[in-house]
Structure formats: C-alpha cells, structure tokens
C-alpha cells in the first residue's frame, strides 16, 4: 500500500498508486499534449510530402497504408525498391561504376563530426552544461543529474573569469526537488555575479527539469518539447500487511516521540501524520511557484494557473509565458553569446562522462568498449525498463518529476 502525496490536480505520477484508470485531469492534460504533438508531426510530414494534414489524418483514421503499393498510391513514399536497387542508385547519383563499393558512416559517427561554432584563439568561453537523466540527490550516477555534482559544475563555470555565459542543455523529466533547488541556487547566483543564463530544452524539460531552466535569462524549447509538469508529490510504502498476510512477519516498536517512526516503511501513518507529510509537500509547492514567478516575471497566482502539475508542449508553453521562443542548442548558444557581448568565443562543456550504459557493463563485465557495446545491442530493449527501476531506487524526498518515461 502506497501512502501518497501530491500537490497539483495535474500531477499524475502517483495515479498507478491510488486510482485503477486515468483521473479526468490527467487525461485532458494527455490528450491534449499527444493531440499538439500529432499536430506538429503531422504538419512536418504535410509540409516535406505536399499532403494536407486533413488528408493525412484521413490516411491514418482509415488505415489506409496497409502495404507499400498504398505507400506510393498515398504519396508517402516515392518508390520501391530492394537494397540492391537502392545502392545502384547512390551509385548514380554519385558518379560511382557499378561495382565500386558504396562509402557510409554510421548515424554515431556522423554525429561525432558535428562540433559547436568555435574560435580556440579566443579567450572568452561559454560553459554548456549537459543536464540528462533524472535528477537525483548528491554526486548522482553517469547518466543522471546529481544535485551537488550539477551545483559544483555550475558554481565552476560562475567562478571561472574566461567563462562569460552559461548555458544549460535540459534533456530530463525531474525528479528530487532538493537537488532540483541546489542548482537553481548555483544558476541564479550565476546570473548575479553578471553571467547570462540561457536554458535550451531537448525532448522533455519537465517538473524538476524545468525547476533548473526557470531561473534562466532566456528559455529555448522546440515545439513538441514536453515541459511544465510544476508540482511535487511524495510517496512512501506501507509494507505492513503484506508481510503480516504473506510472509507471518509483523512488526512492533519502542519510541521515544509520537512520531519517531513516521518514515518507516513497516508502520502506516495516522491523521496528523499524513497531515504533516501533506504539508510538507504543498510547502514546496508554493516555494516551485515563487521559483517560477521570480524567473519568469509572473505573479504566484499566473504561475499556479498553468502549473499544478500540468504537461504541456512547447508549442503551449510559448503562448503561456513558460518559455520565451523556438530554437536548437546553437540558437542558444547564439543567444548566450549576444547576452554576453561576445564577438568571438569558445564553448566548453561539461560533463565529461562516458556513454552511462557501456560504462556500467564495463564495470560489470570487465570487457572492453568494443565488446562492451556488443552487450548494449543485444540488452537495448530492456535498457529504458533497467533506466526507470534504478530511478525508482533513487527516490527519496519530494519529488518533481513527471508521470511517465520516455523510450
């Protein structure tokens, strides 16, 4: 049995735990964000194919793409042709004989090729700070956010003469609203000392996520980014009856206070307990919503409209004041840069970590980077299930995190 509690009608990260179907609440907000980002994809493939959106929609309600001679009838596809046919006609393409080998690279890395603008003469520097994976107390593991790690990589940046704007790279749906708080204190601190803060917002930069972009100078987002999600919520299991019912092992204590065992998992909590806990929670609550209206010039009351908990796309988080334009990591940087003065600069970044993934089996295995990415491809699809059970483990605290994971 889960004890819950949560402040926002939105935040709907606790339903599995007391409900048996979706709230009403959380199913606007669901329908709403899938139906925007529908919108969007459906514009982008309207706008590349030459097809109306309503038509598309059309294709999609009947189903009407059930082989790939319909692919073509429908105009989603150009032609068909077998991999052979494909090659020969890169070969074409690129002046190749027909027996020549056609050079690739992988989608890794042609990535790898690809390098921020920089000008390594230049003194000035901008710190681009990667902040992926969920937000943990302390150090944090690779491929999370530690509170103390992100608040010491960020104090570095601010206490670095060369580094002249910080930008914040936010790829995370939350998670502790402590350590959420620690480096909202580092970046706020970092815009006083003179350095501009600009936050640019990837797949999702939600709850906790959007707790450390709040704070910035300017906040970027692409309009399918998934963002707000502004509400907290704890939980803590009651592990009583189970044991008694299946194990025959219950549980007795000696205290010294009324409330001693308040956060033992082995006891439930009475009224003033939940009370207590409860307020807790909405305390933090109103301290999210005073971080949000300072940072984004808007009253307790404007914030708390759009927040309790609510997801919403960059698309709506624009028309609502939670972010200030559309735009990429260089747009950011661009904009860093125009804050700053800079007519020339360098870019540094942190962290510097290694894929979190081949690390782990590394450690587990003692193979090599090369066989060690063997292990990845064939363990992949597990990988995002492994991911969400480590960060359950990492709970502990309010939480502010948003209410699912995203392969």
């Not at 038509?55 to 073509?72: G, H, T």
């Not at 990535?111 to 921020?116: C, K, V």
């Not at 700070?129 to 509170?147: C, L, P, R, T």
């Not at 008694?244 to 000696?254: N, Q």
Request: hydrophobic share 40%.
């Amino acid at each position: 049995k889960m004890q819950i509690y949560y402040a926002g009608q939105f935040k709907s990260a606790t339903e599995p735990f007391r409900l048996n179907k979706m709230s009403e609440q959380s199913k606007m907000q669901t329908r709403e964000y899938l139906n925007g980002m529908y919108q969007i994809f459906l514009e982008d493939i309207s706008e590349d194919r030459g097809i109306s959106t309503q038509e598309l929609r059309r294709i999609a309600d009947q189903v009407l793409i059930r082989n790939s001679e319909d692919a073509v009838e429908h105009k989603l596809v150009d032609g068909i042709a077998y991999y052979d046919e494909i090659l020969d006609d890169l070969r074409s393409r690129t002046g190749l004989e027909d027996e020549d080998e056609v050079p690739t690279i992988s989608l890794e890395e042609y990535a790898s090729g690809i390098t921020l603008k920089n000008n390594y003469s230049s003194k000035n520097r901008i710190a681009v700070i990667y902040a992926e994976g969920n937000i943990v107390d302390g150090e944090g593991e690779k491929g999370s956010i530690g509170g103390a790690k992100y608040a010491e990589l960020v104090r570095k940046a601010r206490l670095d003469d060369k580094v002249k704007a910080i930008v914040m790279r936010i790829n995370s749906g939350g998670g502790s609203a402590m350590a959420s708080d620690f480096i909202w204190r580092e970046l706020k601190l970092a815009r006083a000392a003179g350095k501009p803060v600009v936050a640019s917002m990837g797949d999702f930069a939600a709850s906790g996520g959007y707790y450390i972009a709040c704070m910035a100078d300017t906040i970027l987002a692409e309009p399918n980014t998934l963002t707000g999600s502004i509400g907290v919520f704890g939980m803590m299991p009651n592990m009583q009856k189970m044991f008694k019912e299946k194990a025959g092992i219950s549980f007795d204590t000696v205290k010294t206070t009324e409330n001693a065992v308040m956060y033992s998992p082995f006891i439930e909590h009475n009224a003033s307990q939940n009370q207590i806990i409860q307020s807790s929670v909405e305390e933090f609550y109103e301290i999210f919503l005073s971080r949000v209206a300072e940072g984004r010039d808007m009253t307790r009351d404007e914030v708390h409209k759009v927040a309790q908990g609510r997801v919403w796309t960059g698309e709506k988080a624009l028309d609502i004041g939670l972010v200030d334009q559309f735009g990429d990591l260089d747009n950011a940087i661009d904009i860093a840069a125009n804050l700053a003065d800079l007519e020339s600069y360098r870019t540094v970044q942190y962290p510097k970590v290694k894929d979190p993934v081949l690390e782990m089996i590394e450690k587990l295995t003692g193979v090599t980077t090369s066989a060690s990415s063997v292990l990845k491809s064939e363990l992949q699809d597990v990988l995002p299930e492994y991911h969400y059970l480590k960060q359950i483990q990492e709970m502990k605290g309010v939480q502010a995190r948003i209410p699912f994971f995203i392969k």
